[in-house]
């Protein structure tokens, strides 16, 4: 049956005059009335007084409630009303930035310096790969008052190949390095016995350049389930111009094995490098020098967590060969580690005593010390221990801090040190005062380190840091080229969408080094190195998601300090350069 509009009207209208009916009873009306004030309305607060009678209820309230009956007539009514689909409200995306697989990088700089840096790789199939990787850094020298050839080149290039699988991943590089670098140190007396004219045909006649070459071969496995956890292996061999050679293998399979509920994680390292020299640094002593050894290491440790501490034990057991003087050592290192949260991830106290036992290199000392003269004595270095503790956490949820001090207990630690020299012409290049040698010493060191990091927004980001050294040691009268003093500050700013730029100063403290011109009957003197800070910064402009273009600026105070004794470093440098992104 179908009701009108007509009829639904009479039906409401009789609907709410059945409720209004039972609403209000009969006879009941509400009327008006006129109310006076004659005075203002002070109000006043009587004393309190107990209520000692029990209150007289009023019956009315509590009459039978009056039963109301009704029913809802429920009737059918057909609806044309179709709902239109709503739309979802668009968010304003910001454009994600491509990022490329392959880049090339080239700069230009006064003192002739020339950067440049290739990168490629490309897929070969879905879980396999090949990259390459070119770098060079060249300067044409032309550090003030310095009298020898002081231009430098280094070039490296790597291939490399890997794959990606889910039960493991792998990759081998295979590299080539070459470095030229020159002896230009002369110390500041140099010559003062000579005549000038001799002096300047001296100078003239040292050919103060050398080369080292490096190939390198190495790899790295890791699974991701079975006991195996990670192998990595490396060979390299190294060389200069003077006829040295060294070897280098070294292969450090990890392992982790499930013992009553705990992962006992398990290092095994196989470290061996064997060399020559073809003589010691006096030519009075032309007897090649070799040496050979090889350090087998265990490192078993397992890790505690709970709520708000974690705790690492192990230890570390290991034994050195020496081949070339038949001798055998052993040695055991501590491995505990702990931690324990304060306040959460504000306050973290930690402490440990770890050491270890470390393989000296030829190769690893040019790579700190370009101007080491080929007549090296090498053995391992011991840390024995090195005892730690500090607090870390955050200031605020974007400023975070580190705070560490450790005591450094070292055997046999290298020391760079500045070698003697004569004023003869029948010298090595390398034995006029201007190269270095490596010396040992058991060495203890306080320190103290501290750090600061803070992102003051997704655009700005700023670091500082600094650490503080006393050195105790035996044999030598100072802790040689070992500064006291390391501070280190850094600042990052995206100012727009192209345009970035970033700051960066540190600060390096006094060193002591030693040296002795042999021409005189006098004593070795002793030589301060003064401390010296140096000031960088860069600009940059994004083209593109390309194309980038770059301003650095180095040495901005234009200070002629000196790293090493009696090498200085390049004063005041710009370079202007590109970044270009591509894919193949």
Known sequence: MKINFKNKTIILLFLITFQLTFGQKKGESIGTETVNVVKPYSPTISDAFKVKENPSLDDKGNEAKETIKYSILSVPVASTFTPSKGKAEGVEKSKQERLFTNYATVGLGNFGTLNAELFVTQKLGNDDYVAGMFRHHSSQGGIKEVELNDEFYDTALNVGYGVNNRDMSWNVDLGYQNQIYNYYGLPADFGTTLLPENRYDLVRGISPGHTYNTISLGGNIEFTEGVFSKISANFKHFSDSFSSSENRFYVKPTF?????????????????????????????????????????????????????????????????????????????????????????????????????????????????????????????????????????????????????????????????????????????????????????????TFRFYGELKADFSENVTFGINGTFNSYQNDAELEAWNLPSMKLSSNLDVNITKQWYAGLNVFYVGERKDMQQNTAFATDPVIVSLKSYFDVNAHLGYKYNDRLTCFLKLNNIANQNYEKWLNYPVQGFQVLVGANYKFDF
């Open 256 to 444: 982790k094995v499930e013992v009553m509920e705990q992962s006992i994680n398990t290092n095994v390292i196989v470290d061996h490098v064997s060399g020559s020299f073809e003589k010691n640094y006096f030519n009075n002593n032309t007897e090649p020098l070799k040496y050979s050894f090889t350090n087998l290491g265990i490192e078993p440790s397992f890790v505690i967590h709970e709520d708000d501490w974690i705790l690492e034990l192990g230890a570390g057991l290991f034994y050195s060969m020496d081949a070339e003087n038949s001798k055998n050592k052993i040695f055991f290192y501590p491995k505990v580690n702990a931690s324990y949260k304060l306040v959460g991830d504000l306050m973290i106290f930690y402490t440990g005593a770890n050491g270890s036992l470390n393989q000296n290199s030829y190769a690893d000392f040019v790579n700190e010390n370009p101007f080491l003269s080929p007549t090296l004595n090498m053995k391992p270095t011991s840390n024995q221990y090195t005892v730690f503790a500090g607090l870390k956490g955050k200031l605020a949820t974007n400023v975070s801090y580190n705070l560490t001090g450790s005591y450094l207990n070292e055997t046999n630690k290298a020391l760079f040190k500045s070698n003697n020299y004569t004023e003869d012409a029948t010298n090595e290049n390398y034995a006029y005062g201007n190269s270095f040698g490596v010396v040992y010493d058991d060495v203890r």
